[in-house]
């Protein structure tokens, strides 16, 4: 099992190398398709370093199923990590 979970890193980091490898050889191919901002393969590299592998692949999934023609795309941010909403509301005054 710790074997299992050690790898856990060195499969982000390869399937962030995959991405990044679609970005520069397959995407300029195919042009701008993406309805989203930021585009879903640097969605992906996000949620991946930000969240790990299982919960950035489930936020990567539900995002790319959202890229479709029915849906007008827009803005769509990596929500933040509960710890970094706490970082962020603290203003650093004493109560």
Do not use: W
Not at 16 to 31: N, V
Not at 53 to 68: A, E, F, P, Q, Y
């Amino acid at each position: 099992m710790a074997s299992l979970l050690s790898l856990i890193p060195l499969i982000c980091h390869v399937l962030i190398g995959l991405i990044k490898g679609y970005q520069r050889i397959i995407s300029p191919f195919l042009g701008p398709r993406c309805r989203f901002y930021p585009t879903c393969s640097d969605y992906a590299i996000e949620a991946l370093i930000k969240f790990g592998l299982l919960k950035g692949s489930g936020l990567t999934l539900k995002r790319v199923l959202k890229c479709h023609p029915l849906n007008p795309g827009g803005t769509d941010l990596v929500p933040p990590k509960p710890e970094d909403n706490l970082e962020n509301t603290h203003d650093g005054s004493a109560t």
